[in-house]
């Protein structure tokens, strides 16, 4: 996954900038302070907010994915639209359709220059995403550079160089023919694509130029754009000023610059900036009444940097209220502490990720496996924090797993490891998957349906399951004539690498042999070999010697083992998850009374009990029967039969024990703790099976 830096920061600095170009903060200072600050320094917002859209839109554009892209506009209409509602009552009360040739000025303002002055955005933005994703597909993101560079040029002479232009009588001709379709050349035709394309640009780049390099190039640019537009200004060529050539330099240098300072994503972010910019108008207008109706003019009014302070500060309170108000209507559940939760050490998580790349070869990245809910973890959460720490690969078991980490703005590579029909090829096209490749006939029935898909070729080095043998080489090389397969890698899995027993190492070294010969046999037939990989979990800890591209971690990744084993590895691994309850309430048991189904469990003195509200519907083994929680950091025993939602335990030598108090299950309490080895033991499984049979109900808690 690309990273994406400090960008949603810098949305909400370019709010403000927007603003500013609204209010003219330094206006009641000077004039040219104000100029250089409202008409040439906050044009940076503008370009930027497209740059950001290029930069995520790229990847569906390329992989022609019309879906996405059409998805996109639609979602920009719609916030048109209410924006369209938002400023009509602002519209009628100036009179603005009150113009004899009102069908022709709306569709001028409708398609280019926006109903409100500041809406110009949206409709430019769809179009603009509609010329490029068009030019790319046919002439590619090159030539579609260059266009896009003419449109800009172009755009140019209609804008901060008109002055030139009025000089040629053709030229001027021609731009006040442009004017009759748009007020501005400000639009989705000649400014909006140069800046979408620099972000695609950068996507699709790898900037290895240093930050302070980096930096430097835009400080000189931006200076010169400064004295640019204090040129064109003093030299009055500028019919309007939000198009410079140095903009295009300083554009492409903050960006990167921006991507390389360390940064997370915010959703409430992107929100917020969004709002501010749709809503900061009427937020002048209400600033600007309410100063009249209160006798605060002089303050509010005529001094232009308290206008500016005040329309922002409201502009962004009245953003995070629609935002908290927004998002409790659509998160009207429950608290997930409530009844019975999952609590994620995102720290933890983040600190094995480093363990273990630490103990492989330089060049080996790490392969996150996310199958199973990330083994009961949440995988679209687990996802996005691996995703932030720069891991950029990730694998799954079922196309079901992958689609939903794309719908939830994953947006790294995705490893299907299990088998997917043929069928489903297309999702696997729209979504960008990478399918794995199980067989022959698999590759076969794939390659049918004449849609090109990246693959990764099962080799069968032991295990026999899943993959080609790694003896029939006949096959492997048939695989590899399917046109539309594009094979971007070649793994196997080992079978007992989490064994130490002598005969189970040899069995492992003669499988990583197999797989060896295999990929050096494919290389002599100048077969694409791609991402090789070969250790799950255990393979690193046991194997951590092997070169090879990736190494998928599993169940290590979130700090446990499948039992209690002895590895070779020395790595400091830290438990991510927690399974905690509440008490329901305490109840009194006297001799010779039974309690729950079967009545299993019967008191042989007069004891106190405690209804633990989790069960076997939220994952907790009914053969747990024996085992213990921990409450006020004290161990209790489990005694009954678990039933699906709760289970019971011997509280009678705790002090204290009420309703709502906290029953660990996994986890620590104080000096006591009871680890997810412990329990799956106790059960006669492994961990990777108690973690990834956890319920749908758990609540989740994140500890960042």
Same mark, same amino acid.
């Given at each position: ?68 892209? @059409?998805? %996109? ?5 719609? =916030?048109?639209? *209410?924006?369209? !509602? +938002?400023?009509?009552? #602002?519209? /009628? ?121 980096? @930096?430097? %190039? ?5 200076? =010169?754009?400064? *004295?640019?537009? !204090? +040129?064109?200004?003093? #030299?009055? /060529? ?121 103990? @492989? ?344």
């Amino acid at each position: 996954m690309k990273k994406t830096g400090s960008l949603d920061t810098f949305r909400l600095i370019a709010a403000f900038l927007v603003i500013a170009n609204h209010t003219s903060p330094l206006l009641s200072y000077g004039e040219t302070a104000d100029f250089i600050l409202t008409r040439i320094i906050a044009r940076i917002a503008v370009p930027f907010f497209l740059m950001v859209s290029g930069y995520f839109l790229y990847k569906y554009i390329k992989n022609g994915d019309n879906a996405y892209i @059409l998805s %996109f506009c639609k979602k920009i209409a719609l =916030l048109y639209a *209410l924006s369209i !509602l +938002l400023y009509l009552p #602002l519209n /009628l009360y100036a009179g603005h359709y009150e113009t004899v040739n009102l069908g022709r000025e709306f569709l001028k303002d409708l398609f280019f220059d926006g109903t409100f002055y500041h809406l110009w955005y949206f409709p430019g933005l769809i179009l603009g995403v509609m010329i490029v994703a068009f030019l790319v597909r046919k002439i590619g993101l090159k030539f579609t550079f260059f266009i896009s560079l003419i449109l800009y040029v172009i755009g140019l002479f209609g804008d901060s160089y008109y002055g030139m232009t009025e000089t040629f009588s053709s030229l001027e001709a021609f731009y006040e023919a442009v004017f009759t379709l748009s007020d501005y050349t400000r639009n989705g035709v000649f400014m909006v694509p140069i800046f979408l394309v620099l972000g695609m640009l950068i996507y699709k780049g790898n900037n290895m130029i240093p930050f302070q390099r980096n @930096l430097l %190039f835009f400080v000189i640019s931006f200076s =010169l754009l400064i *004295l640019e537009g !204090l +040129l064109l200004h003093a #030299l009055k /060529l500028q019919r309007h000023d939000s198009m410079y050539i140095m903009l295009i330099p300083a554009m492409y240098f903050l960006f990167i610059s921006l991507l390389q300072i360390r940064g997370k994503s915010s959703k409430d972010l992107r929100s917020i900036s969004t709002i501010m910019y749709i809503i900061h108008p009427w937020i002048i207008v209400l600033v600007r009444f309410a100063a009249e109706v209160v006798n605060l003019e002089k303050w509010f009014i005529e001094n232009s940097l308290m206008h500016f302070i005040g329309v922002s500060f409201l502009s962004l309170a009245a953003a995070r209220i629609i935002t908290l108000v927004w998002k409790r209507r659509n998160n009207a559940t429950p608290p997930p502490t409530g009844r019975a939760w999952a609590e994620i050490d995102l720290q933890a998580l983040r600190k094995n990720a480093t363990q273990l790349k630490g103990v @492989l070869p330089e060049k080996t990245k790490l392969m996150a496996v996310v199958k199973a809910n990330a083994y009961g973890h949440g995988a679209v959460r687990i996802a996005k924090e691996l995703s932030d720490s720069g891991i950029n690969s990730l694998a799954v078991a079922t196309l079901a797993e992958a689609i939903e980490l794309r719908r939830n703005g994953i947006k790294c590579d995705i490893l299907i490891l299990g088998y997917t029909p043929a069928q489903s090829i297309r999702i696997i096209k729209k979504y960008n998957f990478t399918q794995t490749v199980i067989g022959l006939e698999h590759a076969k029935e794939l390659n049918k349906h004449a849609v090109s898909i990246n693959v990764q070729i099962k080799i069968d080095t032991g295990m026999h399951r899943l993959g080609t043998d790694a003896s029939q080489l006949a096959e492997l090389k048939e695989i590899y004539q399917c046109q539309h397969l594009n094979v971007v890698g070649v793994f196997s899995h080992l079978a007992v690498s989490d064994s130490l027993d002598k005969d189970d190492i040899a069995f492992t070294n003669r499988q990583i042999d197999r797989y060896n010969q295999t990929i050096q046999w494919l290389e002599t037939q100048q077969l694409p070999v791609g991402h090789q990989h070969i250790q799950a979990s255990y393979g690193i800890l046991n194997y951590p010697h092997l070169q090879y591209d990736y190494a998928r971690a599993g169940i290590t990744l979130y700090g446990v083992l499948s039992q209690n084993d002895r590895v070779l590895t020395n790595v400091e691994l830290k438990p991510v998850l927690s399974i905690k309850a509440r008490v329901a309430m305490v109840k009194t048991l006297h001799p010779g009374e039974a309690l729950g189904y079967g009545r299993a469990f019967t008191a042989a003195s007069t004891m106190k009990t405690a209804v633990i509200t989790i069960g076997y519907s939220d994952g907790i083994p009914r053969n747990m029967a024996n085992g213990h929680v921990l409450i006020r950091s004290q161990k209790a025993q489990v005694i009954g039969r678990i039933c699906m939602d709760q289970l019971l335990v011997d509280v009678s030598g705790i002090e204290g024990v009420q309703a709502d108090d906290i029953a660990t299950l996994i986890g620590r309490d104080g000096s006591q703790q009871i680890t997810a080895e412990d329990v799956a033991e106790s059960c006669g499984t492994i961990t990777n099976d108690l973690l990834s049979r956890l319920g749908e109900r758990l609540g989740y808690v994140y500890k960042v």
